[in-house]
């Protein structure tokens, strides 16, 4: 892994991210820790974030990874799963 240096511009600092780490387009929250390291978190926005878990639903359904309700009345029938249906 290749080392970068923090450089000065205007009246900021900045750390050059290696393009192989890049993602084009994508906000940062930056945090640093006591011990002196600096991270950034992805700013997913709630447009983004619900977009990821309906395609992730559609992929399970795609490839048929989920449980159906009949499978779960079958295994947790005896603790009151689908007693009100």
């Given at each position: 892994m290749s080392t970068v240096k923090q450089r000065k511009v205007g009246?900021?600092?900045v750390l050059t991210v290696p393009k192989e780490f890049?993602?084009?387009g994508r906000e940062y929250e930056p945090h640093v820790e006591d011990s002196?390291?600096?991270y950034y978190v992805p700013v997913h926005?709630?447009?983004?974030?619900f977009k990821d878990l309906i395609e992730k639903d559609f992929h399970a359904i795609a490839e048929e990874?989920?449980?159906s309700d009949q499978k779960l009345m079958d295994k947790f029938g005896?603790?009151?799963w689908g007693k009100n249906r």
């Open positions: 009246t900021s600092y890049a993602d084009n002196g390291v600096i926005s709630s447009e983004e974030v990874n989920f449980i005896n603790y009151g």
